[in-house]
């Protein structure tokens, strides 16, 4: 063996085992999260956790029944209101579409998914939370906003992903554009769709930022969604952010709670999606 | 009331379907290209084409690849006009009324499509072919119109018993005939067939050609393939293109016998091509 070869070889076999590695440490972050928040956080997840108000400081024990329920409440305005919008841009990027509109509303959503959603916090914070109150309402505003253009753009992709040849046999069939696009292009990418809606929601639901701005949070059960309202990652900050054992000790089984859910909701979403775009290859 | 009955009731409620729908006179001008061009953006891909189909005939369309044969058989339902930057010149008469100005979905239910490839949709194997009923607001019975359509199609005894499964689950040959069956289902006058065997074996693409026989007494068809033998074998009348240009067209025994042009001599004998 050459002197070349025995030289391409251990390079070979340096880059492979320093892209192995580097492959291990993304993978074990995960890992070392999930351990670290099961570690600290399984033993406070208990009934109380999901039935209790949280205590005053001092005191020990409660839960974070509000901010479980107020994180619904926000997480389900945002859905109501941000999904529908999201998929119907997604629809008209995607179908409609001509080219200047097209790639200025494209542009802009992909913008909008760049914008830190602190910024987003604020702005809501500007036009809403000024005006009225800090609330539910103002919360999922504020979670919409982040939504509508990741629906919109990921929509748009499982759309595009049809065959053109689909969409040509329905229209010569007599189905009007419309038809055609409800009852064979959507029908044939729901998987995917679903998939990016579901992904969606989960990455709002563990929006911490725009909610401390909007909806704030409530160590009590609020007035309803006009209210501000508790939410489970404002709780984690305010209750890490404290000096007491017991508030920290709650903010880990939060964190906990939260993880599962997100988890959940992805593990859900790519088991739609691996059994694949209804479209024959 | 049978299948037939029902459907031709649903087309004469339909409001822009010709008076004539159904009872085609024979071996008249169903279909006529008058002075046709076609541009994709800047540019040109078909030449004053001027081509008559007769009903109740098959028309085969010939040519290389890339002569424009696709391109105009997509003009005759305006099929054309899905792709951007596309413009047509010219009139294309369906019964002597300008397919501009019949409403796009009505000519598209008279005039149906079979494409390249099949192309079913990710539905049932009834669903595909009730489809096309159902979005054209068909009253009656969709089962009996389906299993008339599969019949119609040959495909009714290989799927008789699996209608509910996915339409995936068919053989290639099998999924054309299904498409053929869509198409059929809304009684269309004239039927276009865009390379339907190209992807097929000699036996599933037997079994079409045995098919468009059987057909030609209700509809007219216009077939476009690169299968010379195909041309000879099912059609009436063949059209010849080269270069967008409809180089030749007459009776199917002339173009392959006795052709006039030179270049038409040169296709048919394997000269090019």
Redesign the interface.
């Known amino acids: 063996m050459t002197l070349r070869n025995r030289w391409r070889q251990s390079l070979s076999f340096f880059m492979l085992t320093l892209t192995g590695i580097c492959a291990v440490v993304a993978v074990s972050l995960l890992f070392l999260i999930l351990g670290d928040l099961f570690y600290n956080g399984w033993r406070s997840v208990d009934w109380d956790f999901f039935t209790k108000l949280p205590l005053p400081p001092g005191e020990t024990g409660g839960g974070m029944a509000n901010a479980i329920v107020g994180s619904i409440e926000i997480v389900l305005l945002a859905t109501i209101m941000g999904l529908p919008v999201g998929f119907m841009a997604g629809v008209y990027l995607s179908e409609f579409g001509g080219k200047t509109f097209a790639f200025l509303v494209r542009y802009m959503a992909d913008l909008l998914n760049g914008v830190p959603s602190i910024v987003i916090g604020i702005f809501v914070w500007i036009v809403v939370v000024r005006r009225y109150h800090f609330s539910a309402y103002a919360g999922g505003i504020a979670l919409a906003l982040i939504l509508i253009p990741i629906t919109a753009r990921s929509t748009e992709q499982f759309m595009n992903a049809v065959p053109q040849t689909l969409r040509e046999g329905a229209l010569a069939l007599g189905a009007s554009k419309w038809k055609t696009i409800a009852t064979v292009v959507v029908p044939a990418a729901y998987r995917g769709i679903a998939t990016g809606m579901i992904l969606g929601v989960a990455r709002i639901s563990g929006e911490t930022a725009p909610l401390l701005f909007t909806s704030l949070n409530n160590q009590f059960w609020g007035a309803g969604l006009r209210d501000q309202t508790a939410s489970l990652p404002v709780m984690i900050y305010s209750h890490a952010m404290s000096p007491y054992d017991d508030w920290h000790r709650q903010a880990w089984a939060a964190g906990l709670v939260l993880l599962i859910g997100v988890l959940f909701a992805n593990v859900a979403a790519r088991l739609i999606l691996s059994r694949g775009i209804a479209v024959q290859k | 009331m049978s299948p037939k009955e029902h459907m031709i009731m649903s087309s004469a409620n339909l409001p822009s379907a010709s008076p004539a729908a159904g009872k085609p006179v024979e071996h008249q001008g169903k279909l006529k290209a008058v002075n046709l061009n076609f541009y994709y953006g800047a540019y040109k891909a078909l030449h004053d084409i001027s081509l008559e189909v007769q009903a109740n005939k098959i028309t085969a369309l010939i040519g290389p690849s890339g002569c424009g044969k696709s391109t105009f058989l997509r003009t005759l ?1 305006r ?1 054309c006009e ?1 792709i951007p930057k596309t413009r047509v010149e010219g009139q294309v008469l369906l019964d002597d009324e300008d397919v501009l100005r019949v409403d796009v ?5 008279r005039v ?2 079979v ?1 390249q ?1 099949s ?5 049932s194997i009834f669903d595909n072919v009730a ?2 009923l ?3 607001g068909f009253r009656g019975s969709l089962k009996d119109a389906v299993e008339h359509s599969l019949k119609r199609a040959a495909l009714w005894e290989e799927v008789q018993d699996k209608l509910q499964k996915s339409a ?1 689950a068919l053989s290639g040959g099998q999924q054309q005939r299904l ?1 053929i069956a ?2 059929l289902a ?1 009684d269309p006058e004239v039927l276009l067939l865009d390379e339907p065997c190209s992807a097929l074996d000699p036996i599933a693409t037997a079994k079409i050609e045995d098919l468009l026989f059987t057909l030609k007494d209700q509809c007219t068809i216009v077939i476009v393939t690169h299968n010379m033998q195909q041309a000879a074998r099912v059609a009436d009348r063949t059209g010849f293109f080269l270069l967008g240009k409809l180089i030749e067209y007459n009776t199917t025994e002339i173009i392959f016998k006795n052709p006039t042009k030179q270049e038409t001599e040169d296709y048919i004998t394997g000269r090019f091509g």
Do not use: H
């Not at chain 2, 979905?105 to 239910?109: H, I």
């Not at chain 2, 192309?119 to 539905?123: E, S």
């Open positions: 339902n099929i899905t979905t009505a000519l598209r239910r149906g499509m494409f490839k192309n079913p949709f990710p539905k489809y096309g159902k979005v054209n995936y498409c869509r198409a809304v």
